[in-house]
């Protein structure tokens, strides 16, 4: 997989906490929390167009490298983002402090990828069950998607185990191997019938 650890945002410290926060929205910027082992929580400010070019890479599961003014870089998280509902401005940040000793968990995104021959050969469709996985990392192992490959949905009825995925090296699941991530599901009697039916309709 990619190596991400090149991703860098910078921020400032923010002194303006409440409701001027709105001015600096209008100036370019989004207020943002970093939170931290043991310390108390740092505000800061962070230009919405740098964001966003490292949001769209990183999600919520690749770590990124916060330099805020002249103070040493720490690794974070972006732990959680709120929009605007209507116009999908960014209004807050949420930054979460990496230990990179220490085991984390995240929520990492399913990439699906392939051609399923259930589907092109029989005409199954493809349910895929979920779209993300709680796994356990140190935060230099943590993967920024883990691909699901649907080749192997070779015939109706196959199904695809979180067990079947290649994870990264120092990457736990937590949770059941068992679990589906995607199956390939037959037609129903009542689909083929249908399409008997319009294949022998006379043309118009």
């Given amino acids: ?13 923010r002194n303006v906490l409440g409701k001027p926060a709105k001015q600096l929205r209008k100036a370019g910027l989004v207020p943002a929390s970093v939170y931290r082992h043991g310390s108390e929580s740092v505000h800061v400010t962070v230009a919405v167009p740098e964001f966003q070019k490292v949001y769209q890479k990183a999600g919520t599961s690749t770590r990124v490298q916060l330099c805020i003014g002249e103070d040493a870089a720490m690794q ?49 469709a493809i349910v895929t069950e979920r779209d993300h996985l709680r796994v356990a990392a140190l935060p230099a192992d943590l993967p920024g998607h883990i691909d699901v490959d649907l080749s192997a949905l070779e015939a109706p009825l196959d199904r695809i185990r979180v067990g079947d ?21 037959p037609k129903s009697k009542r689909e083929e019938a249908a399409e008997a039916a319009a294949e022998a309709e006379p043309a118009a």
């Fill in 1 to 13: 997989m990619k190596d991400d650890r090149s991703l860098t945002l910078r921020a400032e410290p």
């Fill in 76 to 124: 974070v998280l972006v732990h959680k983002v709120d929009r605007h509902p209507i116009s999908g401005t960014f209004l807050h940040v949420e930054l979460l402090e990496l230990r990179m000793s220490e085991i984390t968990t995240v929520d990492v995104p399913l990439r699906f990828v392939g051609e399923a021959p259930a589907a092109r050969v029989f005409g199954a």
């Fill in 165 to 185: 995925l290649p994870l990264p090296a120092g990457v736990t699941v937590l949770g059941s191997p068992d679990e589906v991530v995607a199956s390939a599901v």
